[in-house]
């Protein structure tokens, strides 16, 4: 009888491990691939993200180190810098093979090319079942990203409006051209994805070119928008599209059901703005230790994993309910908002302290709205 099994071995997983090992629980974590495994995503691990760890990145993991960005709408174009470094590019096999090295470096047990095909609750326990082993335990902790349906042991199925899809390929290219293109920034266009956005995040000794939105109701054919955008920027030839679905944070979504628990992309944190989940998965997997942890020091019964939720909620739930909102008005009024984002530096400026999570979202609003920008906006809109 284990006290925790950790369902998926990403960001989230092996974040919910190491503080389970760190904190002395009986803990078994099961993933389905085998480690090092690839991983679509663009790679962009926030400051915020990174403010989550206990533990320094190996400078050789960080390819390069990101002070601003470039946004694009049509053709207009802005290149912004802000003083402080707002996020890193690791590529993600790398990097999740060693957050899953520092979750079994506590201790844990581990087991990799196991994939979990059922989980079911009884009073006392939960049953975990793989393919050729049933394994019990007091608690469980999905983190099994946003594929795959045991998520829906907890949670409903998302409706179309609640996720999206993003695509995403690799392209090579020296690091002097790359350095001459994006030098410490990443691009951004907007308008080219529905209620999203294409992107080319610079990487060493290659592109992350990708596109998508979290919300699919908003983009019939990622496939087209991605190849559209390669097209637009001159990548010709044939590149290998990957991707899956994403989910689009700020829904009420149920997160904890008895004693299995949500985290990461299985319970739909991110950002539905900028598509960021790495620093909601790291946390939320941290958390969600970290209540079952308490619960089983203190012999408390099972209303103390309500605690998750609100842990939850303080800490990022509201920021990813008004990024819903933010998303939404920008995507509403595309012309008009992502011109004002491009010619009005402060707005960039602030959106930018967003992204450093400096200031939240609902910070953001409010300030646009106290300088009257949202009702020019409106304005203008309308009488197009
Ligand atoms: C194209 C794309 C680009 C992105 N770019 C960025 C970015 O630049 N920055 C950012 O912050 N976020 C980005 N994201 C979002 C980010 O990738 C996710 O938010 C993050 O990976 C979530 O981590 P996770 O641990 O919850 O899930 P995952 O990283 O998906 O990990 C889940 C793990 O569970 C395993 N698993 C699944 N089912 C089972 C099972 N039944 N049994 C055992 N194991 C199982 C999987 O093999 C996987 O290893 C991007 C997403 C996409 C699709």
């Known amino acids: 009888m284990y006290d ?39 790679g962009a691990l926030s400051e915020h993200a990174i403010s989550y760890l206990d533990f320094e990145l190996p400078e050789s993991m960080i390819e390069k180190e990101i002070f601003g ?17 707002l996020s890193v590019i690791v590529t993600r096999s790398i990097f999740d093979s060693y957050l ?35 394994y019990r335990s007091r608690f469980v902790i999905i983190a099994t990203g946003s594929q795959g349906s045991l998520k829906h042991l907890v949670r409903r199925p998302d409706g179309k409006e609640e996720y999206g899809v993003c695509l995403v390929t690799e392209i090579e290219e020296n690091d002097e051209k790359i350095d001459q293109y994006l030098k410490n920034i990443i691009e951004m266009q ?8 294409g992107w080319i995040f610079p990487h060493r000794g290659y592109y992350s070119v990708g596109a998508g939105s979290v919300m699919a109701d908003h983009l019939d054919n990622p496939k087209k928008a991605v190849k559209d955008y390669l097209r637009f920027n001159g990548f010709t030839g044939e590149h290998k599209l990957n991707g899956h679905v994403i989910p689009c944070g700020g829904y009420k979504r149920e997160i904890l059901r008895g004693r299995i628990l949500l985290s990461g992309d299985a319970a739909g944190f991110v950002d539905a703005f900028t598509g960021e989940g790495l620093a909601y998965a790291i946390r939320s997997g941290q958390l969600a230790s970290d209540v079952i942890a308490e619960l089983i020091g203190k012999r408390s019964d099972l209303s103390e994993l309500e605690d998750y939720k609100k842990r939850c909620n303080s800490e ?69």
């Open 4 to 42: 925790l099994i950790i369902v998926g071995g990403g960001p989230s997983g092996s974040s919910a491990g190491r503080i389970a090992g760190i904190k002395g629980l009986k803990t078994l974590l099961l993933e389905k691939e085998d480690f090092p495994r690839y991983k679509p995503c663009g």
């Open 69 to 85: 960005g470039r946004i694009r709408f049509h053709d207009n174009s802005i290149d912004h810098y802000k003083d402080q470094r």
């Open 100 to 134: 899953l090295e520092k979750a079994r470096e506590t201790g844990i047990d581990f087991r990799l090319n196991e994939k979990v095909t059922d989980i079911t609750q009884k009073k006392a326990y939960v049953c975990v079942k793989s393919r050729n082993t049933v």
């Open 316 to 384: 990022f739930g509201e920021h990813l309910r008004y990024s819903l909102f933010f998303s939404k008005i920008m995507h509403y009024f595309p012309e008009r908002s992502f011109n004002a984002f491009i010619n009005d530096t402060e707005i960039l400026d602030s959106f930018f302290d967003v992204v450093a999570f400096k200031k939240t979202y609902k910070d953001l609003i409010k300030w646009i709205v106290y300088n009257f920008k949202l009702a020019w906006l409106k304005k203008n809109d309308y009488n197009e």
């Open 190 to 197: 907007f308008g080219v994805s529905g209620a999203g956005y």
